[in-house]
C-alpha cells in the first residue's frame, strides 16, 4: 500500500509540474477516483443479487421436483383406485346373479363403488392442478433463469466499465495533458460519459 500511495504521490508530482490547472487535475482525478468507487459498488451490490437469483432458480427446480412426485404419486393412487374399481365392479356382477340372499352384501359394495368412484374423481382432479401447477413453475424456473442470464450479462459490463475507467483513470493521471478531442466519444455507447465531459473544456498552454 504505501508503495502504491508513493507511485501516487510521484505521479501527482509530475501532474502539478506539467499542469498549467494543477487544481483542476487534481479535482478531475478526484472524480474520476470517486467514479471508480461507485462503480466497485454497484458491482458489490448486484453479485449478492445474482447469488440470490440462482438460489431461487435451485429452490424452483426442488419444488418441481416435488411436484412431480406428487403428480407421481396422485397417479399411482388412480390406477389403484380404477384398479379397485374394477374389481368391486366384478364383486357387484357376481352378487347380483344371487340377489334374494346376498342383498345387503350388494348395498354394502354398491356403496363402496360410489365411494371408490368419488375417490377417483378427486385424485382426477388433484392430477389436473398438480399438472397446472408443474407447468406454471417451469415457465416461472424459464422467467427466472433468463432474469439470471441478465444479471450475469450486468455483472459482465459492470466489471467491464470498472477496468475502462480504472485504465482512464491512470491514464489521466500519466498524461494530464490529454486533448480534448483524444478523450471524446459517442456518449450513446460509453458508460463514462460523465466522465469523460470532465476533460471538454480545452486547456490552456503555456
Do not use: Y
Amino acid at each position: 500500500v504505501s508503495d502504491e500511495e508513493d507511485c501516487c504521490a510521484k505521479m501527482n508530482v509530475i501532474m502539478a509540474g506539467n499542469s498549467d490547472e494543477p487544481s483542476k487535475e487534481k479535482l478531475r482525478s478526484n472524480e474520476l477516483e470517486k467514479l471508480v468507487i461507485e462503480l466497485n459498488g454497484s458491482l458489490t451490490e448486484v453479485v449478492p443479487k445474482f447469488e440470490e437469483l440462482k438460489q431461487n432458480s435451485s429452490q424452483r427446480e426442488v419444488a418441481i421436483r416435488n411436484l412431480e412426485r406428487t403428480l407421481s404419486d396422485a397417479s399411482s393412487k388412480l390406477d389403484e383406485s380404477e384398479s379397485a374399481h374394477a374389481r368391486l365392479q366384478t364383486e357387484m356382477d357376481a352378487v347380483s346373479l344371487s340377489l334374494s340372499s346376498t342383498k345387503e352384501n350388494l348395498v354394502e359394495c354398491h356403496a363402496e363403488v360410489e365411494s371408490r368412484k368419488s375417490d377417483a374423481f378427486v385424485l382426477r382432479q388433484d392430477n389436473i392442478t398438480c399438472s397446472g401447477e408443474l407447468l406454471s413453475t417451469k415457465e416461472d424456473l424459464v422467467e427466472c433463469q433468463a432474469e439470471v442470464e441478465s444479471r450475469t450479462s450486468d455483472v459482465s459490463a459492470l466489471r467491464q466499465d470498472n477496468a475502462t475507467c480504472s485504465e482512464e483513470l491512470l491514464a489521466c493521471r500519466l498524461k494530464p495533458d490529454l486533448k480534448k478531442n483524444e478523450l471524446q466519444t459517442d456518449t450513446r455507447k460509453s458508460p463514462l460519459a460523465k466522465v469523460k465531459n470532465l476533460f471538454k473544456r480545452p486547456r490552456k498552454r503555456v
